[in-house]
């Protein structure tokens, strides 16, 4: 079992920061890389960036490349995503998870590759 508990949401004006938090506990020797997705209202879930937890290797969705930055702490076993310069757009509630040993980098992007979820933390930025 692995549980993530998300931090660090909350209300912040345009071109502000807030850093997340993505709490990591139990076997977290078996996973592989962690992610963080998002969620707007009415809207499909969607990928934002991800890293492996051994390597350190990151991707990042186009709309967030150069503002956002997933960094992991292993010894803490957390996982953050510095967020900056916040547009309107970023709006939305952000989940954190875990994929396993053996899912492909590749798919990193496609929620069905995570098997763990966290409950979620919302980020909310005013114009």
């Known amino acids: 079992q692995v549980q993530l508990v998300e931090s660090g949401g909350g209300l912040v004006q345009a071109g502000g920061s807030l850093r997340l938090s993505c709490a990591i506990s139990?076997?977290?020797?078996?996973?592989?890389?962690v992610g963080w997705f998002r969620q707007a209202p009415g809207k499909e879930r969607q990928f934002v960036a991800a890293?492996?937890?051994?390597?350190?290797?990151?991707s990042y969705a186009d709309s967030v490349q150069g503002r956002f930055t997933i960094s992991r702490d292993n010894a803490k076993n957390t996982v953050y995503l510095q967020m900056n310069s916040l547009k309107p757009e970023d709006t939305a509630l952000y989940y954190c998870?875990?994929?396993?040993?053996?899912?492909?980098?590749?798919?990193?992007?496609?929620?069905?590759?995570?098997?763990?979820w966290g409950q979620g933390t919302q980020v909310t930025v005013s114009a």
């Open positions: 998870a875990a994929a396993p040993l053996g899912s492909s980098w590749t798919r990193l992007t496609y929620s069905y590759e995570y098997d763990y």
């Open positions: 139990g076997r977290t020797f078996s996973r592989n890389y």
């Open positions: 890293v492996t937890w051994g390597g350190g290797s990151a």
